[in-house]
């Protein structure tokens, strides 16, 4: 059975950098498709980055493109997501998702999505 573990949330100032971590278990990574969604209180969760198998094509949110980068390194079992110039409105909690799948997590059909983490709080504040 898949596992996600995130890691790397925390408190930042607006205009901050964070990097955010997700560890895979329990499955071959590569033949995984991996997300990052985010939920902020009181909404729904909603997409945010998503890359292939093999990292070579990443989809973005228009929310987060051109401050957010997406990658994976499949040697480590691990994807990524590089957060720049950041602002309040990113504070939600973030999820890592994974599926064989990649239409059901660009396309945000959540429930369909195979794995999920636990999720990482990050708090930006102005």
């Known amino acids: 059975q898949v596992q996600l573990v995130e890691s790397g949330g925390g408190p930042v100032q607006a205009g901050d950098s964070l990097r955010l971590s997700c560890a895979f278990s329990?499955?071959?990574?590569?033949?995984?498709?991996m997300g990052w969604f985010r939920q902020a209180p009181g909404k729904e969760r909603e997409f945010s980055a998503a890359i292939s198998w093999s990292g070579s094509s990443t989809y973005y949110a228009d929310s987060v493109k051109g401050r957010f980068t997406v990658s994976r390194d499949n040697a480590k079992n691990t994807v990524y997501l590089q957060m720049n110039s950041l602002k309040p409105e990113d504070t939600a909690v973030y999820y890592c998702s994974a599926d064989p799948n990649l239409s059901r997590i660009v396309s945000a059909r959540t429930t369909l999505i195979g794995s999920w983490g636990q999720g990482t709080q990050v708090t930006v504040s102005s």
């Open positions: 329990g499955g071959t990574f590569t033949s995984y498709c």
